[in-house]
């Protein structure tokens, strides 16, 4: 497929996955659909051995677009979060090779769910991470599943509920980030690691790397589908639809409990 927001390149075993929907990478169905084929062309392809996604602008990603769910229902929602959420796990855990996220800049909401299905990330030392749904009367439905069973569930719940930005350090902290390296090498670092993966065998990181997933997948694609049903719910109320149109207009909210 022709791709609008999606640069991919091909150099040295390794292929390049970066996100080009400026200013900010909002995440639309175009782009999640292209992302979603870049993976595919990358599994796909015996001479690719490792995957790298980045961002071609500062913010590696906002989030959604808001247009994806103001003013839609939950039947009009559920598609778009399935393949953000379902498909991009699906074909992350059937990808055959490593995958490493470069974010040297702001990455938020959606955002987080692109880098956090990648196998790891490496951050700059001034990116920023955040969950910020519950600010426009929406949740980080994925991240629900994802997180305590990364953090714990007290190191997860204050992230996912007060919408707060955070640093590089702290993701590192909570096991969200595998590296941090100086604002503007994390790209020059990904690379690095992703050439010292592909140098290893095809074959046996395959293997290996489905083992992995196996181990640490347990429950958590069946419940990634709950993830949507539940994000797709809540979008579609009353509240969930103020807290965005409240947003676009830079007032606050009135919620009314429904």
């Known amino acids: 497929m022709d791709r609008e927001f999606i640069r991919y390149e091909v150099r040295d075993r390794v292929a390049e996955i970066t996100l080009d929907r400026p200013p900010v990478n909002a995440i639309t169905l175009p782009l999640v659909d292209e992302l979603l084929d870049a993976l595919a062309e990358a599994q796909a392809d015996p001479e690719v051995r490792a995957v790298v996604v980045g961002s071609a602008h500062k913010v590696f990603c906002a989030g959604l677009d808001l247009d994806i769910v103001r003013?839609?229902?939950?039947?009009?929602?559920?598609?778009?979060?399935?393949?953000?959420?379902?498909?991009l796990n699906d074909i992350q855990y059937r990808l055959g090779k490593p995958s490493i996220a470069v974010v040297d800049g702001p990455a938020r909401a959606g955002g987080m769910t692109i880098a956090l299905s990648c196998d790891m990330v490496i951050a700059g030392d001034k990116a920023t991470f955040?969950?910020?749904?519950?600010?426009?009367?929406?949740?980080?439905?994925?991240?629900?599943?994802?997180?305590?069973?990364?953090?714990?569930?007290?190191?997860?719940?204050?992230?996912?509920?007060?919408?707060?930005?955070?640093?590089?350090?702290?993701?590192?902290?909570?096991?969200?980030v595998s590296e941090i390296v100086p604002a503007g090498t994390a790209r020059d670092r990904a690379l690095e690691v992703a050439a010292k993966l592909a140098a290893k065998s095809p074959i046996v990181m395959k293997l290996g790397r489905d083992a992995f997933m196996r181990a640490v997948d347990a429950d958590f694609r069946r419940s990634v589908e709950n993830a949507a049903e539940t994000f797709a719910l809540i979008a579609g109320?009353?509240?969930?639809?103020?807290?965005?149109?409240?947003?676009?207009?830079?007032?606050?909210p009135i919620y009314r409990g429904r």
């Open 130 to 176: 955040g969950y910020p749904e519950i600010d426009v009367g929406l949740i980080p439905a994925i991240h629900f599943v994802q997180l305590p069973r990364v953090t714990g569930k007290h190191q997860a719940f204050g992230p996912l509920f007060l919408g707060e930005p955070f640093d590089a350090s702290t993701a590192f902290r909570m096991g969200l």
């Open 71 to 87: 003013g839609k229902t939950s039947v009009e929602v559920k598609p778009f979060v399935e393949r953000l959420y379902f498909a």
């Open 237 to 252: 109320t009353e509240d969930a639809q103020e807290g965005l149109t409240a947003f676009v207009e830079k007032r606050p």
